[in-house]
């Protein structure tokens, strides 16, 4: 079993800046190794994905609508993981989930945090 806690967010004008953060604890320390990510979701709309980061950091994968604007990380040390929000789009509103899993599944997911944008 892993848990998601995740935080930040909130309320923001078109062009500001906003960071998720998101960390995780587990029963058993493979989790550790799991790729993380980022998913959002508006009402009526299914979940659709934002960015991910493997295990290690170094391959990053990003949404077209997003690219050049977001930026993920995570910090091992911490079990962390992160989401840098630049340049941001009413469009960009939502609930943002932070997820991870065995590579090619995402089978844990965080509470949900609200992100608003105003034009």
């Known amino acids: 079993q892993v848990w998601l806690v995740g935080s930040g967010g909130g309320l923001a004008q078109a062009g500001d800046s906003l960071r998720l953060s998101c960390v995780a604890s587990?029963?058993?320390?493979?989790?550790?190794?799991?790729?993380m990510g980022w998913f959002r979701q508006v009402p009526g709309k299914d979940r659709e994905f934002v960015a991910s980061?493997?295990?290690?950091?170094?391959?990053?994968s990003y949404s077209a609508s997003v690219r050049g604007r977001f930026t993920i990380s995570r910090d091992s040390a911490k079990s962390a993981v992160y989401l840098e929000m630049n340049d941001l789009k009413p469009e960009d509103a939502g609930v943002y989930y932070c997820?991870?899993?065995?590579?090619?599944?995402?089978?844990?997911w965080g509470q949900g945090i609200q992100v608003t944008v105003s034009s």
């Open positions: 997820t991870t899993g065995v590579p090619g599944r995402w089978d844990y």
């Open positions: 587990g029963s058993e320390d493979s989790y550790r190794t799991y790729p």
């Open positions: 980061i493997g295990s290690r950091g170094s391959v990053q």
